[in-house]
C-alpha cells in the first residue's frame, strides 16, 4: 500500500515565525511518523510510533507568540534515537494526540514495558537490586577489619 492509499492522520510542516515555508514536512500515517526534508537532497525518516518511549513540549518565548513550539521523541530505535517535530503549530494539541496513538499502537501490537526496557521494566543498563532475590545460600561472615597495632 502506497503513502497515498493510506489516511494521513496528521500533518504540517516546519514553520518559521508563523509561516510554513520550509522544505521540512512531519506527517502521520498507518502508526508511522514520517519526517522529509529537503528540496533537491531529501531524507524521509520514518518511526514505528509504538517505539516511542517519551514525548517533550518545548516552548520559548518565540513559540508562545507565534503559537508554534517544538516536539521532541525519544525513540527506541538504534539508528535516530530521538525525533524533533520542529516549529509546529497546535503543540500541545499535537503531543496529546501523538500520546495516545502511541498507547492505541501499543495496545494494537500487544506491546509492552519489557519490549521498550530492560529486565523488569528498568532501562537498559540497570536491573533489580541484588537484594530483590531469595537467598539461594547460606550467608558468608565476613571476618572484621583488623586492629590498629600502632
Known amino acids: ?52 518511549t517519551d514525548i517533550t513540549l ?3 518565548l518565540a513559540h508562545r507568540i507565534f503559537g508554534t513550539g517544538t516536539i521532541i521523541l525519544k525513540v527506541q530505535a538504534d539508528a535516530i534515537p530521538v525525533q524533533s517535530l520542529e516549529n509546529i503549530k497546535y503543540p500541545e494539541d499535537v503531543r496529546t494526540f501523538l500520546s495516545e496513538l502511541v498507547d492505541q499502537e501499543r495496545a494494537k501490537r500487544n506491546v509492552d514495558g519489557r519490549e521498550m526496557y530492560g529486565s523488569m521494566g528498568m532501562p537498559h543498563g540497570h536491573g533489580p537490586h541484588p537484594d530483590d532475590f531469595p537467598n539461594d545460600g547460606p550467608d558468608v561472615e565476613v571476618p572484621p577489619p583488623p586492629e590498629d597495632l600502632s
Open 1 to 52: 500500500m502506497s503513502q497515498n492509499e493510506q489516511e494521513i492522520l496528521w500533518k504540517d510542516r516546519k514553520h518559521h515565525l508563523w509561516f510554513p515555508i520550509s522544505f521540512t514536512k512531519y506527517y502521520i500515517t498507518g502508526g508511522r511518523l514520517h519526517i522529509k526534508k529537503g528540496l533537491l537532497s531529501t531524507t524521509h525518516d520514518e518511526t514505528i510510533l509504538y517505539r516511542v
Open 58 to 60: 518545548k516552548r520559548t
